[in-house]
């Protein structure tokens, strides 16, 4: 058998280097950190094929002497960690492993300048071995250059990825140290080409719109919601402005971009009941606890942490999201879209039946006009006139009526205000949206989106929702309780969360080791399957480990009986009961969009219409 021997240093750098050092974007994260652990203003990265050939970082932070250079190549040591309280690390960075890590497995020059001695100092390292080390010429601060990374080490080269793929890895990791530190200036340049640029001191929500996407900053909500030594903030966008993807949710803990599944579950919980399955919302969360709450020592890329209390953080994203979407006026995200816009053309030009063929578009009476967004707010249709020559003849003799004649005729036709933000409603189109006049233009409303989103705001004004936890939710006993056959696994959860689910309105008790017992269950869920109801939170609770998701449940629950319960498309509705709808929407929350991330309502401003026109 072979016998026990210690690793030469070279080899136990390449194993702490597979480790750290995945690929590209893995070493640029680390050498980022360094730089802003090093307090620096300004941040300028360097990147040739992705980081394939060349990663070079510079910043104006404090520098390093000599002696620290060479002491910061070697393995565990570093300046982050000023005692043994490793649980209170503050830092990006502290494990001492990355600068010695990329060493080993690529060529690395630091150069440096410390504040308080002004000399500056080089050390080039070439793949583990020592290749140059004297002055060098530097402003204060440091700058790290690594080139053929894995060059050395053809099994791990060829495993990386194309250059194009290592470039969108580096660019999102640099984005995000730079959504994160909102007081430091970033540059990237990749291939001689500036790809990213911002300026030190913008403001939390001006970085984020600036990073992910400058519509961004009119498509959100502000999130601010303090629990104690708890805080987070950020900015969320409004469920209409989503994506197909969840690359663009971006998540820091105390400072340091993480990919948490709590986080990340807790984010589609808030959003559930506002975007549909396979959409996916865009925000930026900060979340800051005290360091004794969370664990970031978890991973080494420390891109992972565990929190003390995860129902706690689960309770404040869910609630933060949901309050500040809420408090989010009644927006509507969708604009009308260019595409939307291009397709609104003019009428091909047709001659009138028994005419002469001529140039000119075939205008409407006015007769034919009183169906339409144009006609009164009675919306009485009259009856249509068939003869052609009669109608053409009505419309000219409108239109030729003196001016004065024809302002008495619009001051009739419009007697009602339009100062409502939502506007007043002037028509129904295929019993399907609504037209309203508002102030600054005209409002057309999906009569079914939104009044499905008003009644789910309803059932939860009345208790029905529960997933804020105030409270107790209404619930219905059963007459016969029934029995649920589950693995015995689930049924302890459910057992240990039955005091919790209680307050959502669900009973629940064990009966035997593979069975729970149904008493009551949520009012809103009367007519509902109960055993459907209770596996669903078991398997719940097996992948998340939290009973809020017996709230989100319901939330979804709710959101389908909503969307049975609401005006359906198709359905003629009064002024009246339009003009209602309009002004429901106008105080209650999240109107802006359906249950499934819909827009409701759209505007056309009258700059849109102008242009439309030919105004503009």
Not at 148 to 168: C, N, Q, T, V
Not at 285 to 295: C, G, I, R, S, Y
Not at 327 to 336: N, T
Request: glycine share 8%.
């Amino acid at each position: 058998m072979p016998t026990i021997r210690r690793l030469p240093d070279t080899l136990v750098n390449r194993i702490a280097a597979g480790e750290v050092v995945e690929r590209p974007a893995s070493a640029l994260k680390e050498l980022v950190e360094n730089a802003i652990d090093a307090g620096a203003t300004q941040v300028h990265v360097r990147l040739g094929e992705g980081g394939l050939s060349l990663i070079e970082v510079t910043d104006d932070g404090c520098g390093m002497r000599a002696d620290e250079i060479a002491l910061a190549l070697e393995r565990h040591a570093t300046s982050k960690l000023p005692d043994e309280s490793i649980e209170l690390v503050e830092t990006l960075g502290f494990r001492g492993e990355a600068l010695p890590s990329i060493a080993s497995v690529a060529r690395v020059t630091i150069e440096s300048r410390a504040r308080e001695t002004g000399e500056a100092w080089k050390r080039v390292v070439d793949h583990g071995a020592l290749v140059s080390d004297g002055p060098a010429a530097l402003p204060p601060g440091t700058r790290v250059r690594v080139e053929d990374l894995f060059g050395k080490i053809p099994a791990r080269r060829k495993f990386l990825r194309s250059a194009r793929a290592e470039w969108a890895a580096s660019l999102d990791v640099v984005r995000r140290l730079a959504m994160a530190r909102p007081e430091v200036g970033f540059t990237l340049e990749h291939d001689g080409r500036r790809a990213l640029q911002v300026q030190p001191g913008d403001s939390l929500e001006a970085r984020v719109a600036q990073l992910v996407a400058r519509e961004l900053a009119g498509n959100a909500v502000t999130v601010d919601l303090v629990r104690g030594d708890f805080h987070l903030t950020g900015v969320a966008g409004l469920p209409t402005y989503n994506r197909g993807v969840a690359d663009h949710q971006y998540l820091f803990v105390n400072g340091r971009p993480v990919k948490d599944r709590l986080l990340i579950g807790a984010v589609r919980g808030a959003y559930a009941d506002m975007l549909a399955r396979d959409r996916h919302a865009v925000l930026a969360l900060f979340l800051d606890v005290p360091p004794t709450e969370v664990d970031v020592n978890v991973h080494p890329a420390k891109t992972e942490v565990r929190f003390r209390d995860p129902a706690l953080v689960r309770g404040m994203v869910v609630t933060g999201l949901r309050t500040a979407l809420a408090s989010g006026d009644q927006r509507s995200a969708q604009a009308p879209s260019e595409t939307a816009m291009r397709a609104w053309q003019a009428e091909p030009i047709a001659a009138l039946p028994g005419a002469a063929p001529g140039p000119g578009p075939l205008f409407p009476a006015p007769a034919e006009r009183q169906g339409s967004i144009f006609a009164s707010p009675a919306w009485q249709p009259e009856p249509r006139v068939s003869d052609a020559g009669q109608a053409w003849r009505g419309y000219e003799a409108t239109v030729m009526a003196p001016p004065v004649a024809r302002a008495e005729a619009a001051e009739d036709a419009v007697p009602e205000p339009v100062e409502h933000p939502l506007g007043v409603a002037r028509g129904q189109v295929a019993n399907t949206y609504i037209v309203a006049e508002a102030a600054d233009g005209l409002v057309i409303v999906d009569q079914h989106a939104a009044h499905e989103r008003l009644v789910l705001e309803r059932l939860r004004a009345a208790g029905a929702g529960g997933s804020a936890g105030e409270g107790s939710a209404p619930s219905q006993a059963l007459l016969i309780p029934e029995v649920v056959e589950l693995e015995e696994t689930d049924c302890d959860r459910l057992e240990e969360a039955a005091p919790k689910l209680a307050e959502y309105g669900l009973a629940l008790e064990r009966f035997g080791p593979g069975a729970v017992l149904v008493r009551a269950v949520p009012a809103a869920l009367a007519k509902g399957n109960p055993e459907a109801l209770v596996r669903d939170v078991a398997d719940d609770l097996a992948q998340n480990g939290d009973a809020l998701l017996l709230g989100e449940r319901l939330d979804l629950v709710l959101a389908t009986m909503a969307c049975h319960g609401s005006v359906r498309a198709g359905r003629a509705l009064s002024v009246a009961e339009m003009n209602a709808l309009l002004r429901e929407m106008e105080v209650t929350p999240r109107s802006g969009q359906c249950n499934h991330g819909r827009p409701t309502w759209v505007k056309l401003a009258h700059g849109d219409i102008e242009k439309l026109f030919g105004r503009k």
